[in-house]
């Protein structure tokens, strides 16, 4: 299970940050990011991140927001800058975990976290 946090209503041009951390600690990581999805639109990705830091965002978002990972912690962060009406969607945060003694990794989704933009 994922626990998400962060989120909420932000005025156009200003930032936000989420946080996501899964519950317990019995697993490796591997992977986390977050995905958005708008009223009416399809869900796409925002911003991933590997164990080791290889991070890659959606071209809608780079340069503006930054994904980190917290390996101690087991906890990804996105810090959201320069937000527009645009962003405005639910955000799921995702992640691709080893259970410990397990040979596969499983896929998991957060709850989802509103972020709502004003112009």
């Known amino acids: 299970q994922l626990v998400e946090s962060g989120g909420g209503l932000v005025q156009a041009g200003g930032s936000l940050g989420l946080s996501c951390a899964p519950s317990?600690?019995?697993?490796?990581?591997?992977?986390m990011g977050w995905y958005r999805q708008a009223p009416g639109k399809q869900r796409e990705l925002v911003a991933h991140?590997?164990?080791?830091?290889?991070?890659n965002y959606g071209d809608s978002v780079k340069g503006r927001f930054s994904i980190s990972i917290d390996n101690g912690y087991k906890a990804a962060y996105l810090q959201m800058n320069d937000l527009q009406p645009e962003d405005t969607a639910v955000y799921y945060c995702?992640?691709?975990?080893?259970?410990?003694?397990?040979?596969?990794?499983?896929?998991?989704w957060g709850q989802g976290t509103q972020v709502t933009v004003s112009s």
């Open positions: 991140i590997t164990r080791i830091g290889d991070a």
């Open positions: 317990g600690s019995a697993f490796r990581l591997g992977a």
């Open positions: 995702h992640a691709v975990l080893t259970p410990l003694g397990a040979e596969n990794p499983n896929t998991y």
